[in-house]
Nanobody, 115 residues
């Protein structure tokens, strides 16, 4: 069974950057969309960024211009580059791969931004 393994979270100060990585342990076929979600304490999980199989992307309004989602198909890996981080970006970040008939989730990585 393919697993998604995330890395790159941590504690940073406001204005700094982090890059999250999400590597699949094997090949996932028929991918529809890859994305990053986040969940802050007491809040619902929200979609932060997504990239479709054709390459189009979309972002949560509050991260537009600061975050960039990308993928490396050869490495079975997706990334989330986060710049100009703000305290309100603090959350657990989850990667997701949606394929035909199946959803895959990472275990989550904590991102904490101090003011």
């Amino acid at each position: 069974q393919v697993q998604l393994v995330e890395s790159g979270g941590g504690l940073v100060q406001a204005g700094e950057s982090l890059r999250l990585s999400c590597e699949a342990s094997g090949t996932i076929f028929s991918i529809l969309v890859m994305g990053w979600y986040r969940q802050a304490p007491g809040k619902q999980r929200e979609l932060v960024a997504a990239i479709r199989s054709g390459g189009s992307t979309n972002y949560l309004d509050s991260v537009k211009g600061r975050f960039t989602i990308s993928r490396d198909n050869a490495k079975n890996t997706q990334y989330l580059q986060m710049n100009s981080l703000k305290p309100e970006d603090t959350a657990v970040y989850y990667c997701n791969v949606r394929a035909v008939g199946r959803d895959y989730w990472g275990q989550g990585t904590q991102v904490t931004v101090s003011s």
